[in-house]
């Protein structure tokens, strides 16, 4: 089985594609002018070690102590601080008087301001809440405007935020512990719009990928230029939604939008598939570009010679005729959106993923997550009936970890071990998350409760919490 779908039972209900790696055939140019440009030792981040392709065991898997919320410690096998920003034991307590999971979202959504002093943080309950990188709150949830789909930060003013409600397009301002909001656009032509699963504002920091519901029930996707007020690309879906658009994140057959680096569409749909709506699709204003017919999870940005690119496993699998440019076949390449046969292989042999992406030539790194959800196997609780302690059996090279890839594919840093029981649930999987300005990497993981979650949770089983790594 290539890819699965994984869907939360509660709070955001996101479902997300979880990939495999198998064989491949097909053909690939290397093209030489992605070779122009390399990887510069001065951009290599703070902390961290040169991938060996070796396998590190977890020390202390089950007894590992994770220090209190807004305290670091160092990674025992690479070396990064690493700093809890959240403690769900404690933090919050829900309707029901349990405590709350947290969570940083999504790996290709930058949970982390444009100044790098504040977060959005989610919880298993569908609330958002703002905290800073102490890990003291400085919006709660019930002072947060109620807005459908998600929230993206401005990319140069950290006190301001975006985002959906009605068919409205909103921006919030922050100050002295409250959020102000004003309208940027009313949408008339739609009876309401989204900030749908995935999408980041646009690396230029005008545009956001936002989906109107017509008149007729059909989805209009689009990008919107904030600064000049107007749409920059619209696609019409055949598909339609009954009911209101509000609220939901993955609207009828969209299931996650994502701009390219250069402010075009990239689409997934729901389902996988060679029909037009299906699969990821590239829209540049007159065609539907097949990028996957089976999906995978991607990022998009500009490689080191300013090619617009999507990050992701590639080759006749995913879309007839593509060859993986990695030993394996099914290695993680950087492929050029303008040209699908022009690839680099940037890590091979990895474990399932996540995938974060905001790169250009002056900051050249991809963040990777790996996690893994065998049953039996060593990311469940210790005191679940089908757990394993990590071996050289059975723990897999890259497995867990917290990573750092030049997009130029010359080199990897590891930078820590997520240490999450990521086989319990979907919010444990770490879906690693870089900043924009490519200083912190941004994580989620339940690893300070390796025997199983308290019990007075909001949700059996879920105990997640977020983690900060400065890299630069």
Not at 151 to 165: E, I, K, Q, R, T
Request: proline share 4%.
């Amino acid at each position: 089985m290539f890819c699965k779908k994984l869907v939360s039972l509660v709070g955001l209900a996101l479902v997300i594609s979880a990939c495999g790696n198998q064989g491949s055939s097909g053909q690939i140019n290397s093209s030489s002018s992605q070779k122009t440009a390399r990887y510069k030792t001065s951009d290599a981040p703070l902390c961290g070690k040169q991938d060996d392709k070796e396998t590190h065991l977890p020390p202390e898997w089950d007894s590992f102590r994770v220090p209190q919320r807004g305290q670091s410690f160092v990674d025992p096998v690479f070396g990064c601080s690493v700093k809890r920003l959240t403690d769900s034991s404690r933090d919050e307590t829900s309707w029901d008087g349990k405590h709350l999971a947290f969570m940083h979202y999504y790996s290709t959504l930058t949970p982390i301001n444009a100044n790098n002093s504040l977060l959005f943080i989610a919880a298993n309950d569908g609330s958002w809440r703002i905290k800073n990188v102490a890990g003291e709150t400085v919006i709660p949830a019930a002072k947060m405007p109620s807005f459908s789909g998600h929230p993206v930060w401005d990319a140069s003013d950290g006190n301001l935020f975006y985002y959906a409600s009605g068919n409205s397009l909103y921006q919030a301002s922050i100050s002295r512990g409250s959020v102000a909001s004003k309208v940027l656009h009313t949408f008339n032509e739609y009876n309401g719009v989204v900030s749908p699963d995935a999408a980041d504002l646009s690396q230029d920091g005008d545009h956001i990928a936002l989906v109107g519901q017509t008149a007729n029930k059909t989805l209009d996707v689009f990008v919107w230029s904030i600064a000049n007020q107007s749409k920059t690309s619209v696609y019409t879906t055949t598909c339609t939604i009954n009911g209101k658009i509000e609220g939901n994140a993955q609207p009828g057959c969209i299931h996650k939008l994502q701009l390219a680096a250069d402010n075009m569409l990239t689409i997934q749909f729901l389902r996988d598939g060679s029909e037009p709506e299906q699969g990821v699709r590239f829209w540049n204003g007159s065609t539907l570009v097949h990028l996957q017919d089976k999906t995978n999870h991607y990022d998009t940005g500009y490689d080191l010679n300013g090619k617009s690119v999507f990050i992701a496993s590639n080759n006749s699998s995913t879309l007839s005729g593509l060859r993986n440019p990695c030993s394996s076949g099914w290695g993680l390449d950087a492929r050029q959106l303008g040209n699908l046969q022009s690839a680099t292989c940037l890590l091979d042999h990895q474990p399932y993923w996540h995938v974060s992406f905001r790169g250009d030539s002056s900051r050249p790194w991809v963040a990777l997550s790996f996690f893994d959800d065998r049953k039996p196997g060593p990311e469940l609780f210790a005191t679940h009936a089908r757990y394993e302690k990590p071996t050289d059996a059975n723990w897999k090279i890259y497995e867990d970890e917290i990573m750092l890839a030049g997009v130029d594919g010359s080199v990897v840093y590891r930078l820590a071990q997520a240490r999450s029981r990521s086989a319990e649930n979907y919010w444990a999987q770490p879906r690693a998350a870089i900043s924009r300005d490519r200083k912190y990497v941004v994580f989620t993981s339940n690893m300070a409760f390796p025997n199983g979650c308290p019990s007075d949770m909001h949700v059996d089983g879920e105990c997640s919490d977020v983690y900060l790594i400065r890299i630069r």
